[in-house]
């Protein structure tokens, strides 16, 4: 074999190989592109209001009840928003320990809205007692006083629990980090 054909021999294995990566690219292009393609509809089979307005009106009040549900929801956010809170306090992020506080509190009352039977103990136990005084705390940025009455708010909660039939669901110390906020 010549030195000319060894270049050319080469140059045709690079070019092939070029054209298979070329190749193997644009099919995982095109895999990724139809995993994220919506299809769009033709006006006639589109769905102009979706489960809501194929309700009738009358149904339509239940059917967002059972869709926001009970106050496991609330509760749900209100353990998110009270694990940020506690962690952010605890790291001296007071900005964002402040902001989890209020938007826990807007859970609550936002859930007090749907389930209004449940106002009476978290307005004596959470409410006007224990939840403000966390927010004092944080408002104050002292570390000694947001400890202890976060063991007052943990306390408030399980009472409040209790008061509601729910005696099994008593509240600890936050262990575990959910979100990877930092006070830089």
């Known amino acids: 074999m010549t030195r000319l054909d060894s270049r050319i021999r080469s140059l045709l294995v690079m070019a092939v190989a070029a054209a298979a990566v070329g190749l193997g690219a644009a099919a995982g292009w095109e895999a990724v592109r139809a995993q994220s393609h919506s299809h769009s509809h033709a006006p006639a089979a589109e769905d102009t209001g979706g489960w809501y307005k194929r309700l009738s009106p009358d149904a ?39 902001h989890m506080a209020h938007e826990m509190g807007n859970a609550i009352t936002a859930g007090l809205e749907r389930r209004p039977q449940y106002r009476k103990s978290a307005d004596a136990l959470f409410l006007k007692g224990a939840y403000p005084q966390v927010v004092d705390a944080i408002k104050a940025k002292d570390l000694a006083l947001f400890k202890q009455r976060i063991e007052v708010l943990r306390a408030a909660c399980t009472a409040c629990h209790a008061a509601e039939a729910h005696p099994f669901i008593k509240i600890g110390v936050p262990t575990v980090r959910r979100n990877p906020v930092v006070n830089d």
């Open 60 to 98: 339509r009040a239940a059917a967002i009840e059972r869709q926001l549900r009970g106050f496991e929801t609330t509760m749900a956010e209100v353990a998110y928003r009270y694990t940020e809170m506690y962690f952010g306090g605890i790291d001296g992020n007071w900005g964002y320990a402040g």
